[in-house]
């Protein structure tokens, strides 16, 4: 099984989320009691352009119609996720959400974080999709030439990652582990720096996720060259993953996009919210976006699975940071 994808033009997420935002009004009687008297904040803790901030938007725009309020969207980066989460969590519970990333999750066990997570409450996941290590064209010619380089110069050849302690780390921590491939992680809170310094040859590898790169996959800059998933991915099927190495299935953990409010959000909140995400995903503007930037086809959780998967995905990070010896 293979993830899919159908190739568009680069220019389509842009048309998406203006046709998001432009969709005709559906207002529906959502199954929660909620009654939204104010716009409901959306808050995005990375800058603007990057998949975070694609998603939330799009998401956003389709959920307004549905809670039948607007949904602004506020970018507040930095900390790896944290400065953003902590902005949700300062304003009125119920009158702000923030998307959470699996790299904001791992701060919290990495103690780095500025907030925990009982402080918040899972509205619905997103997305779910697979990661990469990706170079510039020309630089490498697949994994293995990648790996002999790092191999002959170790902690010389750089990546760039999202933050400290990341998920990001804990994959280079196990292909270390496995491969010898000791590379130097260079952290940026902003995407779009990330993006620049692997373009610009300020860093030699991007560890990122392919459908926040597309317009340069396409664009034949970005080569990715070991796939962080489980399984092949369409468009991608000679690219290696982790597992074809020999990795531990528990070190793939897939990058994820949910929204989050505080705990002390009504019930009916959360469930009002949730409906209207589930309604949103299901949008075929949503679905197209979807399938753009290689996101899973269950990517979807309401609030009660999100949750779980949360609590897990908390407990497995927490195993592989100290397997790893990071984190405090």
Not at 109 to 125: H, I, K, Q, Y
Not at 135 to 156: F, I, M, S
Not at 199 to 209: A, T
Not at 316 to 322: P, T
Request: charge should be negative.
């Amino acid at each position: 099984m293979t993830h899919r994808r159908t190739l568009l033009p680069a220019v389509a997420t842009t048309v998406l989320l203006l046709a998001v935002a432009c969709a005709p009004a559906n207002t529906r009687t959502l199954s929660g009691d909620a009654s939204f008297q104010r716009p409901v904040d959306m808050v995005i803790p990375f800058g603007a352009g990057g998949g975070a901030d694609q998603v939330g938007r799009a998401a956003g725009s389709a959920m307004e119609d549905e809670i039948d309020q607007q949904i602004p969207v506020v970018n507040v980066p930095g900390a790896t996720g944290s400065s953003g989460m902590t902005n949700m969590l300062s304003s009125r519970p119920g009158e702000s959400m923030a998307v959470l990333i699996q790299d904001t999750l791992t701060t919290v066990p990495a103690g780095s974080a500025s907030f925990a997570t009982d402080e918040l409450r899972a509205v619905c996941r997103l997305q779910s999709m697979p990661s990469a290590l990706m170079v510039r064209r020309d630089t490498y010619e697949d994994w293995q030439d990648l790996a002999d380089a790092a191999q002959d110069e170790p902690g010389e050849l750089t990546v760039a990652t999202v933050g400290a302690n990341s998920v990001d780390d804990i994959v280079l921590a196990a292909l270390a582990e496995s491969e010898d491939t000791q590379f130097r992680p260079v952290p940026y809170s902003e995407p779009a720096e990330r993006y620049a310094a692997l373009l610009g040859g300020g860093v030699d590898i991007l560890y990122e996720q392919l459908g926040d790169v597309t317009q340069y996959l396409d664009s034949g800059d970005f080569v990715p060259l070991l796939m962080v998933s489980d399984e092949r991915v369409e468009g991608f099927e000679d690219v290696p993953t982790v597992g074809d190495l020999g990795l531990p299935p528990e070190v793939v953990l897939p990058q994820f996009r949910g929204l989050m409010v505080s705990a002390d959000a009504g019930d009916e909140v959360v469930a009002a919210l949730s409906e209207a995400c589930e309604a949103a995903v299901a949008t075929p503007e949503l679905e197209d976006f979807q399938e753009l930037v290689y996101a899973d086809a269950d990517s979807f959780q309401d609030a009660e699975a999100f949750q779980e998967f949360l609590d897990e995905q908390e407990a497995l990070i927490s195993e592989q940071l100290k397997q790893y010896g990071m984190g405090n």
